[in-house]
């Protein structure tokens, strides 16, 4: 029993099958789940050979993503991650057997990646709870109208100065 027990994958945390992961990346977080042994599954960028800390940021200007499973360590690299069921008490998870069969059923796949409506974050909650939800989503959005309607406002009040057009004739 203890000689099993020196080979064993500790992470921090604990996760268990089913488990959403926040990898904390300098300026946005990147999601995965937790697929049990070390592995998770998540969403990468087309392009192979990007370094973990990359791979979310080239994913932005991406418009297709890759459904990988890869080790927990790989993903992460040198960036901090937390167990972050956070949706739990809103949407119920739904059963650990059920969400490692849809996650087997899409590793490998090419999937359309949109930052606003089908990021990372919306790919593994909808693997645990049956629908995607994105509050980094959510919050990007809301930045996008405030300071469309900032810039709106101050257009109207005169605040940006009107572009002369030149008319050629």
Same mark, same amino acid.
């Given at each position: +029993?203890?000689? $099993?027990?020196?080979f ?12 959403? &992961?926040?990898?904390? %990346?300098?300026?946005y ?12 599954? $998540? +969403? ?24 990988? +499973?890869q080790? !927990?360590?790989?993903? /992460? ?5 937390? &167990? ?9 998870? !739904? ?15 090419? /999937?359309?990646?949109? !930052?606003?409506? $089908? $990021?990372?974050?919306?790919? /593994?909650?909808?693997? %645990?709870?049956?629908?995607? &939800?994105?509050?980094?989503?959510? %919050?990007a +959005?809301?930045?996008?109208?405030? /300071?469309t ?7 109207? !009040?005169?605040?940006?100065?009107? &572009?002369? %057009?030149?008319?050629?004739?």
């Open positions: +029993m203890a000689f $099993n027990d020196c064993t994958l500790n992470y921090p945390g604990n996760p268990q099958p089913g488990d959403l &992961i926040e990898v904390l %990346r300098p300026g977080q990147h999601w995965a789940l937790y697929l049990g042994d070390g592995y998770v599954i $998540n +969403m990468a960028p087309v392009e192979d050979g990007i370094p973990a800390a990359f791979t979310s940021a080239k994913s932005v200007f991406s418009r297709k993503a890759l459904v990988k +499973m080790l !927990l360590k790989d993903v /992460v690299g040198k960036d901090a991650y937390r &167990i972050n069921n956070k949706y739990d008490d809103s949407h119920p998870p !739904l059963p650990v057997e059920e969400v490692l069969q849809r996650s087997e059923l899409v590793i490998g796949r090419e /999937v359309a990646y949109d !930052l606003l409506v $089908n $990021n990372c974050e919306h790919f /593994v909650t909808l693997l %645990r709870y049956g629908e995607g &939800i994105s509050e980094q989503a959510n %919050r +959005m809301s930045t996008i109208g405030f /300071v309607a900032a810039a709106g406002a101050l257009s109207f !009040l005169g605040l940006f100065p009107k &572009i002369q %057009r030149t008319k050629y004739y």
